[in-house]
């Protein structure tokens, strides 16, 4: 375990961007609207020369003198008392605490009320004071701020200025170095493969000591509530309102010896209906988190059934080859004797994605929650599938004695072999002696044939038909 600092502040005071600045790279949405950050998020800050840390970034906390939820502003107005549930919780966890301030608007009465909250806490507190500049501003700007009685530093994370002396005082509040393992956790996907013992000549992936599951979907599927139930506990800030996360969360739990990280996005809507900055922020965010995830979990909400934006997001996966399984969230609210026809719909309509699985589940519940992990181990362990080459020409055999392609133009197809190119996803090239030849219903039994021969059952899959006939016709 490394040390944690946590970062705490009043809204717009520069946390995420800092927050950004010591781990090298842009997590965090950053805006000049204040409230943008709501959910905590953690990162590691690494360094050559000194200790590595965790860090961890909250949204702005705004109390009153009596030390109580005062009312913030308007991008995190009903949302103050759970911001304060997750600092507290992240300073429950914390080695060292950096309260964060805004040295140009100087002391606000939101400063000092965090200040005095703060002082009760049994741990080590540095004063950060935000947005200087330079050295030449740094004594008439932080004048005042040491009347707070913290030791302080001022730096400017928008800027870059004094981060590496921010970040050697915050090592120096550290407790005593033989407290904590250093001995780094392996955290690289094992890429070894395992023989099937009921498919010979099939090798698949193991199952990594650590999966990334990011989850998606349209705002108020549920994603937060599925993320809090994996993990057992409020980590995720959970509303009726839609838009409630806004960045997308790693929250890290082990079970059963394993690890896994569940990715919480935020709500994707259509982009013709994006007209908010932030929002559009977030939706790229969402996207690009399910192409660095090993498992996508697309939720669904079964009340409102499959919507035009459900599907665009299942064809972009589709498309995109990514590994996702989709989730049919708030079954709970659904009939009993509803929910077979529900299923059953909903298979149809998606029929042109027939691999994916389609889990009924509840995160109010639990129900069906058991079946994901083991399900998206599975996949993961597919999407590592290796053929060897005489199953290859076996299965291609097979295929072709079970259904002779359709004559087009007067031509039948000839198939001369099938060789494995990929393995991330599985991808297979079939030579024929004219591609433009075969029938699109064709290849798509060609398909369902070598999924079911090869056991790859949910991961996505390439099937290339590669013409092999027209320079030799030609000569």
């Known amino acids: 375990m490394m040390p944690k600092v946590v970062l705490l502040g009043r809204p717009n005071v520069g946390k995420s961007t800092l927050f950004n600045r010591l781990i090298r790279s842009n997590r965090a949405i950053t805006h000049d609207r204040p409230g943008v950050t709501r959910d905590r998020m953690e990162g590691v800050v690494r360094s050559r020369y000194g200790r590595d840390f965790a860090i961890i970034d909250t949204g702005g906390i705004t109390l009153d003198h009596h030390q109580a939820v005062a009312e913030g502003p308007a991008g995190i107005r009903g949302f103050e008392a759970d911001i304060l549930r997750q600092a507290e919780a992240a300073l429950k966890e914390a080695d060292v605490i950096c309260m964060v301030v805004d040295g140009k608007e100087g002391l606000m009465p939101f400063d000092e009320h965090l200040a005095a909250y703060l002082r009760k806490c049994d741990k080590p507190i540095l004063l950060v004071v935000n947005k200087v500049d330079g050295a030449e501003k740094e004594e008439l700007l932080l004048a005042e701020f040491h009347g707070l009685g913290f030791p302080l530093i001022a730096c400017s994370a928008e800027h870059g200025h004094n981060l590496r002396a921010l970040e050697e005082e915050i090592r120096e509040l550290f407790p005593e170095e033989d407290a904590f393992d250093e001995e780094e956790e392996e955290s690289v996907e094992k890429e070894d493969l395992e023989e099937d013992r009921d498919k010979p000549g099939i090798r698949r992936r193991k199952v990594a000591d650590h999966l990334r599951l ?7 599927a549920g994603k937060s509530s599925m993320t809090n139930a994996f993990i057992g506990e409020d980590r995720m800030i959970v509303s009726d309102q839609a838009g409630t996360t806004r960045d997308s969360v790693d929250v890290t739990v082990e079970k059963n010896g394993k690890t896994y990280t569940f990715v919480d996005t935020a709500g994707v809507r259509r982009r013709s209906r994006i007209t908010d ?3 559009r922020f977030s939706v790229n965010s969402s996207l690009k988190s399910t192409t660095k995830a090993d498992v996508t979990f697309l939720l669904l909400d079964a009340v409102e059934g499959l919507t035009a934006q459900d599907k665009r997001l299942i064809e972009l996966l589709d498309e995109r080859k990514t590994p996702f399984l989709i989730i049919v969230n708030k079954m709970d609210l659904i009939p009993a004797k509803a929910r077979t026809e529900l299923m059953k719909n909903l298979q149809e309509e998606l029929s042109f994605c027939y ?5 009924p589940a509840s995160a109010r519940t639990g129900e069906g929650l058991n079946k994901l992990i083991p399900l998206a181990e599975r996949i993961y362990a597919e999407c590592g599938t290796r053929v060897s080459t005489g199953l290859l020409n076996r299965a291609m055999e097979e295929t072709l004695t079970r259904h002779q392609a359709p004559v087009v133009r007067r031509v039948r197809p000839k198939f001369f ?4 190119a990929e393995s991330e996803p599985p991808t297979f090239v079939c030579f ?3 591609a433009d030849r075969v029938a ?3 290849a798509r039994y060609l398909e369902r044939s070598l999924r079911r021969i090869f056991g790859i059952r949910h991961a996505p899959m390439r099937l ?3 013409s092999a006939h027209s320079k030799r016709e030609k000569k």
């Open 432 to 434: 024929v002696n004219d």
């Open 440 to 442: 699109e219903s064709y």
């Open 277 to 279: 900055t932030v929002e």
């Open 464 to 466: 290339h038909l590669r």
């Open 214 to 220: 990011c989850l998606l979907g349209r705002p108020n």
């Open 417 to 420: 072999y099938l060789t494995q």
């Open 355 to 359: 691999h994916v699985p389609l889990v």
